[in-house]
């Protein structure tokens, strides 16, 4: 923890990542905020020997690693900032314990990836098995082929050079159980249960989170705005951090939802 101001920020990296892939956003908002970076167990510098198969079997499990750091660090009122994945376990941390939380930034975010009768997710099942069925057989392919297409932004190759070897860098039985959480979560009955003020923030062309998504989180997240970006892909905070910081500032510089 670190930063000069008093409120705190809580950066959650997304699946396959780590803390330092905020490294081009946090230091836009030391001068203000109480910053707070960490790894998930299982990525980044995380002690391995710590992951529970059982804890981590749904998104509430991370969830409440969230809810450990808060309590740990005796947080309160932050500003929780999520990308991918990590949009919904902040969701779910402040469903839990809503006194930690101040507002929610949303990067990429997803309640469901799967598309569902009149819901645009993205995938179909069949996708998602597909994809299970690859990192199982070789995980090493699968990142090298994966991690480029979910960056995007082919002029900035090292972007999606370094996105592969997060993922390769990720325990494989650890990645392999993460991904099926995380692409097989459905999220959308916990949205209309969240107090908090939200910003979303749907990048463009991005096959993770299509825009049909942050539509739909739009109309079903209570006091939610939604912005388009114009960075492509699904990791704008490392493609495109000015316009990741531009927004965020200028969200939470505006005057609060009511």
């Not at 932004?153 to 972007?159: G, I, K, Q, R, T």
Request: charged share 20%.
């Amino acid at each position: 923890m670190f930063g000069k101001g008093t409120t705190p920020m809580l950066f959650a990296h997304g699946f396959g990542c780590a803390q330092q892939m905020w490294r081009y956003i946090w230091p836009a908002f030391e001068e203000e905020y109480k910053i707070i970076l960490f790894d998930y167990v299982g990525s980044g510098q995380s002690d391995i020997s710590a992951y529970n198969p059982e804890r981590y079997a749904n998104l509430n499990g991370y969830a409440e690693d969230v809810l450990d750091i808060c309590r740990a660090l005796e947080l309160r009122d932050i500003i929780f900032v999520g990308h991918s994945v990590s949009s919904m376990i902040g969701v779910l941390a402040s469903i839990k314990e809503p006194n930690f939380f101040q507002k929610i930034i949303m990067i990429g975010p997803s309640p469901r990836y799967v598309n569902d009768q009149e819901y645009t997710g993205g995938f179909e099942r069949s996708d998602i098995e597909e994809l299970l069925t690859t990192m199982e057989r070789n995980y090493i392919g699968w990142a090298n082929f994966l991690a480029p297409a979910i960056m995007k932004n082919p002029d900035s190759p090292e972007l999606g050079q370094e996105l592969t070897e997060s993922f390769c860098s990720t325990d494989p039985v650890i990645a392999r159980q993460f991904a099926e959480v995380t692409f097989l979560s459905d999220n959308r009955r916990d949205l209309h249960k969240v107090r908090h003020p939200s910003l979303i923030m749907q990048c463009s062309d991005d096959m993770v989170a299509p825009a049909e998504v942050g539509n739909y989180l739009s109309d079903h997240l209570p006091k939610s705005s939604l912005v388009l970006m114009s960075a492509t892909g699904h990791c704008p905070h490392m493609s495109a951090p000015e316009e990741t910081v531009r927004l965020m500032k200028e969200y939470l510089e505006a005057p609060a939802l009511t």
